[in-house]
């Protein structure tokens, strides 16, 4: 019994030293800002390769999810409600739900384990004390870039994501459900709020800043060689859709009652 | 003979990671304007000692000192100021895999100096033929074999023009060849920039033929520092087990 509670004492002091590592890191990163400028050239390479590369695959499962939500809604409501509300509980889930959420999810795996095992490879490679020793503080080059382009790429990729899923949604409803296009566009009006597209792009500014601030952390504490950088990729992507999903009820919790 | 002015001491330090002590009361003494050899067996503390003269590393307790600075106190403005006057070649060389090697040598110039680029392309190609590396200059970090990552490396530690040179096993993985032609460049830049070098490494034809100052690190301190030929004359029975490859 005794290890028992020795071994939880050790887990929660590894938690909650990790927690105050991770504030100060982002404290640190806060106190970068003020270099912005040093580190343009970084901030829009960073930018390109989390928005315009994760394009494509946001695009694609996108279409696909837009589809099976539009399948679901009319298999789940087709005796209880008229055809015009597919179109309506589409957008909404869509737009509050589905996208930021599922957009949140891929990117913690693309995005945050790609800059865990890109910045781990740097750490354990020396590149990371090359910066430091070269008088340019690694938070600030490395961590400070990922996450503005988190913060600022993610929500537009979730506009992406939503007007992609909108649609195939749309498209599947016309073809195969026949629901008609003045019914499901009935439906999209009824009761669209443009709140709903406020709360969307909160959740993803805010899964956005997550994904790429924890990938980035873990890609920092990356020690040893190969197994390290997997571990830090890992640790990533755990950490931060764990994170994602948590938030998710918290943030629908304050948004939306 | 006047004695040169010591650029960088260590009193009486301890540094330990977790349960290992690595560190157990180090002095040293490194003067300015000569090659200052820390020679020593694999996980003796040399690297880590080098680490605490740019502060990645801070000592647990006792004195370092760099050009006046108390490494352990010292304000983070001044440490920016003294690590621009530092370049550090690596022991994996270190260079930006995502960057071309101009990019690389380039770095510090773009981030700390106010040059234009074509400035900082004179600079770069001053900096690559140094080396023998000119030509290189568009190629990525990949492409090139062990001793041209060394010397790319040290291009880009030279860029700065830096007062010291710290380098971490510069030969280690070389071949004999590249390892004298890496002792070569070692020479030549002490010759041209009249700088202060410490070498890390436990490569003693490199050793014999670079040093000014030699010191041997053994079980967290420096068991013996001094003149190479004095340490040799001397009989010293903890360097000669290291020279014989039986100490450790």
Do not use: W
């Not at chain 1, 961590?143 to 992609?164: C, D, E, Q, Y």
């Not at chain 1, 008609?180 to 805010?206: H, Q, R």
């Not at chain 2, 067996?41 to 004195?63: N, W, Y």
Request: hydrophobic fraction near 45%.
């Amino acid at each position: 019994m005794t290890r028992l509670f020795a071994s939880i004492g050790a887990n929660l002091a590894v938690f909650f030293i990790m927690v105050f590592d991770m504030f100060r890191y982002l404290v640190q990163c806060v106190h970068e800002i003020r270099h912005l400028y040093l580190y343009r050239h970084q901030v829009l390479l960073q930018c390109y390769a989390v928005g315009v590369g994760s394009l494509p695959l946001v695009c694609l499962i996108s279409a696909f999810s837009g589809m099976a939500v539009a399948i679901q809604m009319a298999y789940q409501m087709e005796s209880y409600v008229p055809d015009y509300m597919v179109g309506s509980i589409v957008v909404r889930s869509v737009v509050l739900v589905l996208s930021p959420i599922l957009i949140g999810l891929v990117l913690a795996g693309r995005v945050g384990a790609g800059i865990a095992s890109e910045l781990g490879t740097m750490k354990v490679s020396e590149q990371v004390d090359a910066l430091t020793s070269m008088a340019v503080d690694p938070v600030g080059y490395l961590m400070l870039p990922r996450i503005l382009a988190g913060l600022t790429k993610i929500p537009v990729l979730v506009i992406f994501s939503s007007f992609v899923s909108i649609m195939t949604g749309f498209g599947m409803s016309v073809i195969k459900m026949d629901i008609t296009v003045t019914d499901f566009i009935k439906g999209m009006k009824l009761d669209f709020m443009v709140y709903d597209i406020f709360v969307g792009l909160i959740k993803s500014t805010v899964y956005g800043g997550v994904l790429t601030f924890v990938g980035a952390y873990m890609g920092l504490q990356t020690q040893g060689g190969a197994q390290g950088v997997g571990q830090s990729a890992t640790s990533a992507v755990v950490v931060s859709s764990a994170l994602i999903l948590i938030l998710d009820y918290f943030l629908t919790l304050a948004l939306l009652y | 003979m006047e004695h040169p002015k010591t650029a960088i001491s260590f009193e009486n330090v301890y540094k330990s990671f977790g349960t290992q002590a690595v560190l157990q009361g180090l002095d040293l003494e490194i003067p300015s304007g000569q090659i200052t050899t820390i020679l020593g067996p694999s996980g003796c503390g040399k690297s880590v000692t080098l680490k605490h003269v740019i502060g990645i590393e801070q000592a647990d307790s006792g004195r370092v000192e760099v050009v006046g600075h108390d490494m352990s106190n010292v304000r983070q403005r001044d440490l920016i100021t003294l690590r621009k006057r530092i370049g550090v070649l690596f022991q994996s060389s270190a260079l930006f895999d995502s960057m071309t090697v101009k990019e690389n040598v380039a770095f510090g110039l773009r981030m700390h100096t106010k040059m234009p680029e074509a400035e900082i392309a004179e600079r770069v190609h001053v900096c690559l033929d140094a080396v023998k590396l000119a030509g290189t200059e568009e190629r990525m970090p990949v492409e090139l074999s062990g001793g041209m990552r060394k010397r790319a490396a040290l291009a880009r530690a030279i860029a700065m023009s830096p007062d010291f040179i710290l380098y971490d096993e510069p030969t280690t993985g070389l071949d004999p060849n590249t390892s004298n032609v890496v002792g070569d460049y070692i020479l030549k830049l002490q010759n041209e920039l009249d700088i202060t070098s410490v070498v890390v490494t436990h490569d003693m034809p490199l050793t014999r033929r670079v040093s000014d100052k030699v010191a041997l690190l053994f079980n967290g301190k420096a068991v013996v520092q001094g003149r190479l030929d004095d340490i040799e004359s001397s009989q010293n029975e903890v360097f000669q087990l290291f020279v014989d490859g039986r100490l450790g």
